[in-house]
């Protein structure tokens, strides 16, 4: 064994180290964020209902007292907020997953800070991976895998720098890294080997570091898709005068309100989209330099193009007075779906030409 040879493994063994690693201090993160919000749950929440009651209960007693003293004055009518035409209510932001307490602020930047230095060891395992084979680090779905959740977890950490209200989203994140990671290093892993000589090309940088990408700000698009169809069910409980449950009162009542989750998802997805787009004309070039053809309805092809056309159905809805709020909600879920089987489902259930990378 040459000395290049067994470097490689070295850096090979250590990035799994660092991967196993971040998994660890993401655990300690997920702890984290549980103690963010059971401490800011036992705080006195604001309710949402006060926001949808008040200014009618005030109208309410004006009514009254203007009628005790006989006035005969017109008096202004109180004020009925209802849906707008985003399927959302102008109700304020709750207080975040900290409920307003210092304790639970505290342990809520000390999830932060967790997800910061796991997000670099497991950074710092994708790079030493690729410096183990010299290339990218995304050449089968066990690479793929491990880049995509650093790369979800840099957008999360960007918009929190950007001083955006997405704490909320910590613990479904970290959640959701550890799943990845543990699949990617259970069930997808593959040891680290040079990839076959089709993936030789500049494109394997353009093509699929793109498609990280965009799948990771799907993702979080999906995210605030999902909390957005929950908060509005919320809102429509309290503005039907039903008492919601303590689930909700502990948590949803803490999340930014429907408008603005309805909002915030679809700005990320808009901003993306362009992106996948040049996703897949970046593949269709590298299909034809690699195989002689631009497009030859593979499996990998195909369900890329239903993806687009799901975001592109979902983009032209929203925009569309008649299909805001929980519909679009519906579409963007369907879409972001479409994104993870073209993700898992084809490569590991179907056999096409994209299938040679291994598992």
Not at 84 to 90: K, N, P
Request: with cysteine.
């Amino acid at each position: 064994m040459n000395l290049a040879a067994a470097t490689n493994e070295n850096l090979a063994h250590t990035s799994n180290v660092l991967i196993y690693s971040s998994m660890a201090v993401y655990t300690l993160a997920f702890f984290a964020h549980i103690a963010e919000w059971v401490f800011g749950s036992r705080s006195k929440v604001g309710r949402t209902a006060a926001a949808l009651t008040t200014e009618a209960a005030a109208a309410t007693v004006k009514v009254e007292v203007a009628q005790k003293a006989g006035a005969t004055a017109v008096l202004d009518r109180p004020k009925i907020i209802t849906r707008t035409a985003a399927g959302s209510r102008d109700v304020p932001d709750g207080p975040g997953a900290a409920g307003g307490t210092f304790k639970g602020d505290l342990y809520g930047r000390i999830a932060v800070s967790m997800t910061v230095l796991a997000f670099l060891v497991q950074a710092g395992g994708v790079l030493a991976r690729a410096l183990s084979v010299k290339r990218a680090p995304w050449g089968n779905m066990y690479e793929f895998s491990i880049t995509f959740s650093v790369v979800a977890v840099a957008a999360y950490l960007i918009l929190l720098v950007l001083k955006k209200n997405v704490r909320w989203m910590g613990l479904l994140l970290v959640t959701t890294v550890l799943l990845d990671l543990g699949i990617a290093t259970t069930v997808l892993y593959t040891s680290s080997d040079q990839l076959v000589p089709a993936l030789h090309s500049y494109w394997l940088w353009i093509h699929v570091s793109t498609a990280i990408i965009c799948g990771a700000v799907f993702y979080i698009g999906g995210v605030g898709t999902l909390m957005y169809l929950f908060r509005d069910s919320y809102e429509n409980k309290i503005a039907n005068g039903v008492e919601p449950g303590t689930f909700a009162q502990s948590v949803l009542s803490r999340l930014p309100a429907a408008s603005t989750l309805d909002k915030f998802s679809y700005r990320i997805n808009a901003a993306v989209f362009p992106l996948w787009t040049f996703t897949i004309i970046a593949g269709a070039i590298w299909a034809g330099d690699a195989w002689g053809r631009y497009w030859g309805w593979d499996p990998k092809e195909v369900w890329s193009f239903i993806t687009w056309v799901a975001y592109a159905c979902y983009l032209h809805a929203r925009a569309t007075a008649g299909w805001k709020g929980r519909k679009a909600a519906y579409l963007a879920l369907i879409a972001f779906g479409c994104w993870l089987f073209n993700y898992y489902g084809v490569n590991i259930f179907v056999t096409g030409k994209h299938s040679y990378a291994g598992v």
